[in-house]
């Protein structure tokens, strides 16, 4: 099997066999000619069914998230959402239940409890630091997801996913994994057991801030054609410039986690030692409650890093507007550091419910700059100097 970095360059992504061009083109197109009345050339007849530049970047997903599973089939659609939308609908029915992280990114708080809520599909929020606190939250025979981020959003929590599918599995349900945060680079869910993967492949994927998008990539072929068939019929799909782009940033998705990590470790080493911060979250330190399970299903650690403050609330917004290598705003996983105050930004969907973070919590995503300029600017932010 080829490594990672060279199916990340090669995977559905040939030469084009006209030109010879190594990128393949940009299938700007909404319609294809056809040879006779469904005699398709390729299988396209319209781009939200299929589009080449999409099929190049699914197949790709497919070889970073699945290697060696070969029924494995990915999905592109136009947002991380669109993409839990589809998954949501294809796979509950009014009156299923969900189990969802107690400390979910609020995004997806807000698609199950705003929206699929309303449609008829109850969740119930549980720790996935504990797979017995999953077991205890499903209900048996109505529980059809179990869902699950590791690292989880904001709070970096880490799941047991071996563990936690074996769970889902035992109940008749599915696993579904919110991959984000580790990318395919660092874990691979599918290999440990999951049933579908999850991506905003606006985050790491993509790269640089450029492009919104999401994936699904699944292991079983019949839940693959089910999804595949949503993905057509709901119509949530990207455009061929945005699959390109995704493609694009795929290409060096290796040689940027390990910048992303490199330059996370050596944060965190700052931050620990700061008398304004009180605790550090990153699934790399040693004192981490879940170091030794994402040391076993992580090869790094990744560039999230969240961090509380003294002072409360307002201190931690005085920090995010401190920053000026740090840009304050929402997003992650780009080549620039991002700073953010969850409670009021990304998670504000979350106010007032189980999942609601801590007002003290500051979010970084910890960019590929040079890394004392990055720790230089923290300093500044926390000793009160913008």
Same mark, same amino acid.
């Given at each position: 099997m080829q490594g990672f970095d060279t199916r990340a360059i090669h995977a559905g992504q040939e030469p084009d066999p006209l030109t010879g061009a190594v990128v393949p083109p940009i299938y700007q197109v909404s319609t294809y000619a056809q040879d006779g009345v469904g005699g398709l050339r390729g299988g396209y007849e319209y781009s939200r069914s299929a589009n080449p530049t999409r099929t190049a970047l699914q197949e790709c997903l497919a070889a970073l998230e699945a290697p060696g599973l070969g029924e494995a089939r990915g999905?592109?659609?136009?947002?991380?959402?669109?993409?839990?939308?589809?998954?949501l609908r294809t796979v509950c029915r009014p009156g299923d239940h969900a189990v969802i992280?107690?400390?979910?990114?609020?995004?997806t708080y807000r698609l199950f409890a705003r929206v699929a809520a309303p449609w008829g599909l109850d969740h119930t929020p549980a720790p996935v630091t504990d797979p017995e606190g999953v077991a205890a939250a499903i209900i048996p025979g109505r529980t059809k997801v179990v869902w699950i981020e590791t690292p989880t959003n904001p709070l970096l929590n880490i799941a047991d996913i071996?563990?936690?599918?074996?769970?889902?599995?035992?109940?008749? &349900?599915?696993? $579904? !994994?919110?991959? =984000?945060?580790?990318s395919p680079y660092l874990q691979q869910p599918l290999l440990l057991g &999951?049933?579908? $993967? !999850?991506?905003? =492949?606006?985050?790491?994927?993509?790269?640089h801030s450029d492009v919104v998008g999401g994936a699904l990539v699944a292991s079983d072929a019949g839940l693959a054609e089910q999804l595949a068939y949503h993905q057509n019929a709901m119509g949530s799909v990207p455009g061929p410039f945005d699959c390109f782009l995704v493609l694009r940033g795929i290409k060096t998705l290796g040689v940027r986690m390990d910048r992303h990590s490199a330059n996370a470790r050596i944060v965190v080493d700052f931050l620990a030692q700061h008398p304004q911060v009180t605790e550090v979250r990153w699934p790399g330190l040693p004192s981490h409650p879940g170091h030794e399970v994402a040391a076993r299903q992580m090869s790094d650690f990744g560039g999230m890093v969240s961090f509380r403050v003294r002072g409360g609330e307002q201190a931690a917004v005085d920090v995010c507007g401190r920053t000026s290598v740090f840009t304050l705003g929402e997003s992650l996983g780009g080549v620039e550091s991002l700073i953010e105050h969850p409670a009021r930004m990304t998670h504000a969907s979350a106010a007032g419910s189980p999942l609601e973070v801590p007002g003290?919590?500051?979010r970084l995503s910890v960019g590929i700059e040079t890394v004392d300029d990055l720790v230089s600017d923290l300093d500044r932010a926390l000793a009160g100097h913008s």
């Open positions: 999905m592109a659609f136009a947002s991380g959402l669109a993409a839990e939308d589809t998954l992280p107690d400390d979910a990114y609020g995004g071996r563990a936690i599918a074996d769970v889902a599995h035992a109940a008749g &349900a599915l696993l $579904v !994994v919110d991959n =984000t945060f580790a &999951a049933d579908v $993967v !999850v991506h905003s =492949t606006t985050k790491y994927l993509g790269g003290d919590l500051v």
